[in-house]
């Protein structure tokens, strides 16, 4: 489903709102329609018979009519919220889905482009929107009524003014292309200065240390000298817009001017059609016709521009699909064959005919230099990716085929961007397992080492901020763990979740979790992880090999040198023995 037809079909579940809206419009053109109605027999009737009582009584009925007109209006903001903001989340969810679903440009880094679609596009639809179901829609309402009264009042004065009044809108028409690509390009522009100011006050610390703050200046100005001639640009054609509608909205009024007292003198018009007339034109066309014509080369174009902005920076508008299968698998032998992947279908993979078989109980090291594929090849255990030869399989069944809950259950991934949620500490510990004991939570905080954290936040009961705020990175990093290990998951997978942790405590957590049982599967910020194995996996390009560390020292060269230069930084703990070779790798 595209961003516009995600648009249209949101609004159209908000039906009962839209049939608030339609009556709300009869009361809302009510006053438009009878105005000059209304002051035509006030004249005719009464002042100008010498009956001012009359008058007066007419004049009287046009306010209580104008006050019906305020209370329709007043039910349309009463009701908007009910349909706008239905919408504004729809559209939110759909920027959220775009990014998280986007290509790796942003993995690693703040999106700004993103918060700018979040925090400007959408706001533009939203706004946009409001302002099309109450200015918009009333005006329409409001030119209409008042061209309907003006035929019953004086229908030779109102085909003269439908003349103009089609030409200028025919101009108008023939110019939104030019507004519409004008906003486009201010949008864009937008966007640009937006992403550009974000990468450089998100790296201002580097920027400074390396001396390059006059690159910086240049990078941030040239978008903003972009922005600024977008904007001028369009201030130009916006100008034009303006001239059009004012010759469309005073023509039709000069017309009446010039034609009613000639009209009056032969008989053709009375007095007070005359002035009906000009009620008409003068206090209700006149401003719903430039306010009409405002709205759509404003509101309208920018709907309809951030609706196009938000489709090509690939907001993803449809809803989420149902992920996984509906298949259980029935043992929790994990087992890859022939794994073939790559970044597009004509990039060289980065995995490439990959064997891989592991059971409860093997402890597995992924270890190469960094963008090798190691991210990547998580990624393809966890089913958060699919291949694009070979399969990978838990017990039996190819993981993305299993049922949501089962995998989400049986597998379980920390990456080394570590997140805890503003709550207590016993909500982050839990996420994974809602029903878990006090005890069983301490006892995993323990096992990983974050026992003393937990008592200095308060336990359980503590409260953990926005973000991690006041934690360090390598904390932030042990409450990930200890809620990993609480859960139940039989694969664990620790992408550099260990990273920012010292050796020590590195080394602790990575026992823990081989200990506890089940596959574990450890993406290696540093060598010492590879020691602690009983399998390691080197990924080196096409030279992917897979074997134990002595095995290793003597078949991969690059893992031999690797391994030298932290020979005399880690001691070998020497892991348990391993089975019978059920692994290989091409």
């Known amino acids: 489903m595209t961003v516009t037809k995600l648009y249209w079909t949101t609004l159209g579940k908000q ?35 010498g009956r001012p009582a009359i008058g007066v009584g007419w004049l009287l009925v046009f306010g209580a009519v104008a006050v ?33 679903r986007g290509g790796a440009a942003h993995r690693h ?34 030119t209409v009524s008042a061209l309907a009264g003006l035929f019953t009042v004086a229908g030779t004065l109102a085909w003269a003014v439908a003349v103009p009044v089609v030409l200028s809108v025919a101009v108008f028409v023939g110019l939104l292309p030019t507004l519409a690509s004008r906003q486009r390009a201010l949008a864009i522009a937008d966007e640009g200065t937006a992403e550009s100011a974000g990468e450089v006050l998100a790296g201002l610390r580097d920027v400074v240390a390396c001396g390059a703050e006059p690159a910086a200046i240049a990078a941030v100005d040239s978008r903003i000298e972009a922005q600024a001639r977008a904007k001028v640009r369009m201030a130009v054609a916006t100008a034009m817009r303006t001239l059009v509608i004012a010759v469309g909205a005073f023509v039709p009024l000069v017309l009446v001017l010039v034609m009613a007292p000639g009209m009056v003198a032969a008989g053709q018009l009375t007095a007070g059609a005359a002035l ?14 430039q306010g ?57 993979p980065i995995v490439t005919g990959l064997d891989l078989e592991l059971g409860p109980g093997d402890h597995l090291a992924v270890v190469g230099p960094s963008g090798i594929g190691k991210s990547t090849l998580a990624g393809l255990i966890t ?18 085929e299993i049922r949501p809950e089962a995998r989400h259950r049986l597998i379980a991934l920390t990456p080394q961007e570590s997140y805890v949620f503003a709550g207590t500490v016993r909500e982050n510990l839990s996420l994974f397992a809602p029903s878990a004991s006090e005890s069983h939570l301490l006892a995993a905080a323990e096992a990983v080492g974050a026992s003393r954290l937990l008592e200095r936040l308060g336990g359980l009961n503590g409260s953990v901020a926005h973000g991690g705020e006041g934690l360090s990175t390598g904390e932030v990093q042990l409450l990930a763990l200890a809620r990993l290990y609480a859960s139940p998951a039989e694969v664990i997978v620790l992408d550099e979740a260990t990273a920012n942790l ?16 089940g596959v574990l599967v450890v993406i290696a910020h540093r060598l010492s992880s590879a020691l602690r194995a009983n399998r390691v996996l080197v990924m080196d390009g096409r030279d992917t090999l897979l074997g ?3 095995e290793l020292l003597v078949s991969s060269p690059r893992y031999a040198e690797l391994m030298q230069a932290w020979e005399g930084s880690f001691t070998r703990v020497p892991p348990a023995a391993p089975p019978a070779s059920r692994v290989a790798a091409h």
């Open 548 to 550: 134990g560390h002595d």
């Open 383 to 400: 089913g958060m990716l699919a291949p694009q030869r070979g399969q990978v399989l838990l017990g039996g069944v190819p993981v993305r």
């Open 292 to 348: 009409l014509a405002s709205t759509a080369s404003t509101v309208v174009l920018r709907l309809l521009v951030a609706l196009r902005r938000l489709g090509e920076a690939g907001a993803g508008g449809d809803e989420p699909a149902p992920e996984g299968g509906t298949r259980v698998p029935e043992g929790r032998e994990l087992v890859a064959s022939g794994l073939t992947f790559g970044w597009g279908a004509h990039a060289e």
């Open 68 to 100: 019906l007109g305020a209370f329709g209006s007043r039910l349309v903001w009463r009701r908007l919220g009910s349909i706008i903001e239905p919408l504004r989340d729809t559209m939110v969810g759909a920027v959220v889905r775009g990014v998280l």
């Open 109 to 142: 880094r703040p999106d700004a482009s993103g918060v700018a679609r979040i925090t400007q596009h959408i706001e533009v639809i939203r706004d946009a929107t409001a302002g099309l179901l109450v200015q918009a829609r009333g005006m329409v309402v409001t």
């Open 502 to 517: 010292d050796a020590a405590a590195e080394a602790r957590a990575e026992r823990a979790f081989a200990a506890r049982g």
């Open 15 to 49: 039906w009962r709102g839209g049939l608030v809206l339609l009556v709300c419009s009869v009361l809302e053109g009510a006053p438009a329609f009878l105005s000059g109605r209304l002051v035509q027999l006030a004249v005719d009737d009464g002042f100008g018979a």
């Open 276 to 289: 009906g007339s000009l009620v008409y034109l003068a206090s209700t066309m006149q401003p719903a016709l």
